[in-house]
Structures are given as C-alpha cells and as structure tokens.
C-alpha cells in the first residue's frame, strides 16, 4: 500500500485571486504546513475546460443548488429558487465566466492528508461565513447576497478538490502525467520518518 504521504489534490487560484496579488500568501501557506508542490502551471482556462472539471462529479449542479438553498434559509433569506437543480445550472454559467475571465494557477499538492488539510485551510465556499484564518475568511469579503445580487458566482480566490476521489479526478483533468515531478523534499524525513532524519547522529 503507498505511504499516505502521496495523497495529492488540486488547487486553483482563480482569477480574484492572481489580480488580487496573493499568489505568493497562497503558495507559503501551503509550503509551511508541509505539503509538497509536484506540479504547477498558470493557464487561461476555456468554458469547456471550467464545465467539464464542474461536472467530474455528475452530482456537483444539484448539491451546489442545496448548499446555496440551505444558508438563505439558515440566515431567514428566501432562496433564488427552490429547484437545486435551476440554481446549480445558473452558478455553472457564472463560473464559466468568472475563471476564464482571467490567467489561474493550477497547482497539485501532496502531502498526509492534503486534500482534508488544503480544504480545512481555504474555508468554506462563502467568505463571508468561512472561518478566520482560513484564505477565504482572512482576504476576501463576498457573499451569497452580493453575488446574486450581480448575478455572479462567488468571488473566493481558490478551488480545492472536495474528496480523495475528486482530487484523482481533477488533477487528470488538469494536468498531463509528465506534468507532475515526483522528488524528495528533505524535510518530508520531520514530518514522515522515524528518527527525524537522524539530526543527533
Ligand atoms: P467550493 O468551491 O467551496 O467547493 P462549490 O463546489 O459548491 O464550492 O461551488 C464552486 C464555486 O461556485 C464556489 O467556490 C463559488 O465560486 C461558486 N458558487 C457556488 N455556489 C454559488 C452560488 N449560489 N452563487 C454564486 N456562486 C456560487
């Protein structure tokens, strides 16, 4: 069985998130708890490219659709529709615009655990209710209401696959094999090994 420290998922900064300069805070957050870079690539993502990585999971238009139904209620606001499905349809084609509308940053992380640690440290998907410390909680102020208010989706700086199974998926679909460097980083002898590397000879 692969040691656990080759689990890998995929994080895009999004357009909001290059034109906001925060490339650099993203990257060394990611650095400092020790996942490992294998891959990385800034791209000017087509319509087709942003629907097809959406629809990897065929499930993703219906749940966007109840995540959006259930914080209106939770905050006594009346949903834009009561249909999960008419509401994941329209954030599908805001999302079309909103990550063409500009270059991102694709990027494959590896590390224990990385796809529940790199989605712990973005937040959830509304800044306005993602926690402090978090990206989305600590940079970036939009919402539900300011989004459907302009018909748009969501500005939130970064996508992180959702689940091991969705991250296989995902960085497939961004990223060709010999995209993908597989090295040693020496400090994965701390964070994985027995002996710390064997700093006390
Ligand atoms: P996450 O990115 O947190 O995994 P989802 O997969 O549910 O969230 O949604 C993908 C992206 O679509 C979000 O990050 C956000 O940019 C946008 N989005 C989701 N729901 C809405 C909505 N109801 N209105 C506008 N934009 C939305």
Do not use: C
């Not at 499930?59 to 659709?65: D, F, K, P, Q, S």
């Not at 999960?84 to 909103?98: A, C, N, R, S």
């Amino acid at each position: 069985m692969k040691h656990p420290k080759h689990e890998r998922t995929l994080v895009i900064i999004k357009p909001d998130g290059i034109q906001r300069s925060l490339v650099g805070e993203i990257v060394k957050r990611y650095e400092q708890i020790g996942l490992k870079l294998v891959g990385i690539k800034m791209l000017v993502p087509s319509e087709d490219l942003v629907e097809k990585h959406y629809t990897i999971d065929p499930e993703w238009i219906r749940l966007a659709g109840e995540k959006q139904i259930t914080s209106a209620r939770a905050n006594g606001r009346v949903p834009i529709s009561e249909h999960p499905l008419e509401i994941g349809t329209i954030v599908l084609g805001h999302l079309k615009k909103y990550l063409t509308s500009g270059p991102v940053i694709a990027m494959v992380w590896e590390g224990a655990h990385a796809v529940a640690i790199v989605r712990k440290m973005i937040g959830g998907t509304e800044p306005l209710s993602s926690d402090v410390g978090t990206i989305r909680g600590d940079f970036v102020l939009d919402s539900y209401v300011l989004a459907n208010q302009s018909g748009r989706a969501i500005r939130n700086l970064v996508h992180a696959s959702g689940s091991v199974k969705e991250a296989v998926d995902e960085v497939k679909h961004w990223f060709r094999t010999e995209e993908i460097i597989d090295y040693r980083l020496v400090q994965e002898a701390i964070l994985y090994e027995d002996f710390m590397g064997g700093a006390l000879k």
